[in-house]
């Protein structure tokens, strides 16, 4: 795992501060990160691993429960897996992106100020940046680190759809995915019956065996991306995923032979 070297995890920086800092990580050395994802501030489920934007370690019983995290991967993963125009390798692009919070700490029961966001910023997520290669492409997620990147006067609203630039940095900004995940109950009641059945026929055929994850990701596809309603939150989420692909398509494409053969 790589990710800043002279990080406190007990930071105290500011009034948020928990004295459980989780800082940004890649499985790719910096030089290979083909994405960056900046979300708001981390939860309980980051606390406890220590990562960013982490896959959930806790049991869940229903599909729609995911944590932000394992929601954010879930969809990268189904956008990315079959993309031809990529080197096989970089498909799996969890391991080729660079995970991170524009907050460091969990924000319990405080708000998130400008003087937060600053310092949070300065101390931390500019350093961060710093380590990785300084054109790719960036995913905001939530409003802090639109805010902390590009100005406070900044909203997701009036953002997305749109390429930015920080420093040279392309940015996509989207929703924080945990909105997008909670969207789910709303959007996806219909097809909930419709995977849940098709899973129950898979763990009867393989019996006791293993379950293979693949085949389990291509039947809960269809709960996350069809049918996407016009004007839903989940359907400006894929829409924002799908523009910041193009931008990792474009900086992978540039430097294959370099980083990514």
Known sequence: ?????NVNSKCNLCSLSTGTSVFGQSVSEFKKVALVVISSYPGRNEEETGLSL???????VKFDDMGAGSYLRLCLNNLFSEEKSLPKNVRNIEEYTFFTNA?????????????HRVTCRDAWL?????????????LIAGSDPLKALLGEDKKVSDSRGKIFY???HPIVVTFNPIEAERGLLKTFQNDLEQVQ????????????????????????????????LPGTINW???????????EVIKYVNSYEQQYFS
Not at 54 to 60: M, T
């Open 197 to 228: 059945e098709d899973l129950n026929k898979y763990f009867e055929l393989i019996k006791n065996k293993k379950p293979n994850k693949k085949i389990v990701d291509e039947i809960t596809k269809v709960k996350f991306w069809k049918p996407l």
């Open 126 to 138: 500019l350093p961060e940046l710093n380590l990785l290669p300084p054109t790719v492409p960036i």
């Open 166 to 168: 920080f420093n040279k």
């Open 103 to 115: 907050i460091k700490c969990a924000k319990r029961n405080s708000s998130v100020l400008r003087r």
């Open 54 to 60: 982490s896959p959930d370690v806790r049991k869940r």
């Open 236 to 246: 400006f989420f894929k829409a924002d995923l799908e523009l910041v692909k193009t």
């Open 1 to 5: 795992m790589h990710r800043l070297r």
